[in-house]
């Protein structure tokens, strides 16, 4: 059996030196022969697969418009070289060199200097030089644990307002001006405390076509000032405290009159409460907080009596204040669906299980390039510790279109 494993062996080496001595042949008449693969040791790395054929045409895959016959005699010549070899591997296994997975390492890269002295090379192994490189001195990177962020703007705004609304005013063209900063605790370095701090104030003025005693009105005044403090319970959970205050800083009257709606400290609104707090964030596209407080205490005080009717707030005729335990809570959204557009929402509730008072505050920001923004803002209220209107009953609305100048600074992590 091994003398006829030889034999065949010897014969596959014949077959193919037969078949490369032809080719050679045919190639005499060049003045140079290029070497053949047949030569090689067999080393497997594929299956060898022909290209398919036109089913039109029967020609080959590779073709030019014109004078392809060279082309088409290499592919032809390195079509049977490569079949040759593919079927001495298949046929006699025991004469393939290597697999291509299990080649030895090529030799190192090196150098070949001569000795003409003594006639002889040698390799040497190539010398690398390695630069020094001294990096550049950096700064340390800051850590910031109160992360800031600071929106101002200024614009030209177009309101309406419902008769009833509770610190007066009128459909009016303005001009707005509001300021925004959030302080908040870093929790990527203090994972489990929530301390958030918001501060806005917004100062609308407009100039009054009704009113023959002034020539502007303040038709937006709204100071609001609110903070979270929050150990993590689970997960995103936090217990929590909540505090909240608002008021208004200039006075405003009624159209035509002089009879004086809302001052400083008049009214002014505080609430405090304990709970839990819900606290989402998913990077700074969308931010969710729900604050949810089934202790709570709410204030509610008016400075001036004596110009101001207290009952417009809920507080008892003749009397500075009007406090009241019950619960409350406040949800927060803000979802910024691309650069330019985003929306922010707040909705805020309070109860003493004998009334229930509530604000729903929407802002839609477009965004117009870096400094251009346009804003729909819409206020819905709902108060039942003051008089029933008639039109409205204990609903109260306002919304503001605004075009304007905005700037934004912010500090990241």
């Not at 009241?324 to 509730?349: C, D, H, I, Q």
Request: proline share 5%; with cysteine; glycine share 4%.
């Amino acid at each position: 059996m091994r003398k006829m494993t030889t034999l065949k062996s010897c014969l596959a080496l014949a077959a193919m030196l037969a078949m490369s001595l032809t080719m050679a042949a045919e190639q005499s008449d060049r003045p140079d022969v290029e070497p053949s693969m047949l030569y090689a040791p067999l080393v497997f790395d594929n299956y060898d697969v022909q290209p398919a054929a036109h089913a039109d045409k029967g020609t080959e895959l590779y073709a030019l418009d014109a004078g392809d016959g060279w082309l088409q005699e290499a592919m032809t010549n390195s079509s049977r070289t490569r079949q040759t070899r593919q079927r001495a591997m298949i046929d006699h296994p025991q004469l393939v060199a290597y697999n291509a997975n299990r080649l030895p390492e090529a030799p190192p890269e090196g150098v070949i200097p001569s000795d003409p002295r003594q006639g002889m090379l040698t390799i040497a192994p190539a010398q690398v030089v390695v630069e020094d490189v001294t990096p550049p001195d950096t700064p340390p990177v800051p850590i910031h644990h109160w992360l800031h962020v600071f929106n101002a703007s200024l614009q030209f705004t177009q309101a309406y307002i419902s008769g009833n609304w509770y610190q007066g005013g009128e459909n009016n063209l303005a001009l707005l001006g509001s300021i925004n900063w959030n302080c908040n605790l870093n929790q990527d370095l203090h994972p489990n405390w929530l301390f958030n701090n918001a501060l806005s104030y917004k100062l609308g003025i407009a100039t009054t076509h009704g009113d023959s005693i002034r020539k502007y009105l303040i038709n937006e005044d709204n100071f609001l000032f609110t903070s979270q403090l929050g150990y993590k319970a689970v997960k995103n959970w936090y217990y929590s405290a909540m505090l909240q205050f608002t008021t208004q800083f200039l006075n405003n009257y009624k159209v035509n009159t002089r009879t004086m709606t809302a001052a400083f400290l008049s009214p002014a609104e505080l609430n405090i409460g304990l709970g839990m707090t819900y606290n989402y964030k998913k990077a700074d596209d969308r931010m969710f907080t729900l604050a949810i407080a089934p202790l709570s205490y709410n204030l509610k005080y008016c400075r001036n009596i004596t110009d101001i009717d207290p009952t417009r707030f809920g507080i008892d005729a003749g009397k500075h204040s009007k406090s009241a335990f019950g619960s409350n809570f406040e949800a927060k959204l803000l979802w910024r669906f691309n650069p330019s557009v985003m929306l922010t929402s707040r909705l805020y509730m309070f109860t003493n299980y004998q009334y229930v008072q509530g604000d729903w505050e929407n802002t839609l920001d477009l965004s117009i390039g870096k400094y251009l923004t346009t804003q729909l803002f819409t206020h819905l209220r709902f108060d039942r510790s003051r008089a029933r209107d008639v039109d409205w009953n204990y609903w109260q609305f306002k919304e503001i279109l605004s075009l304007g100048i905005v700037y934004r600074f912010a500090t990241v992590n």
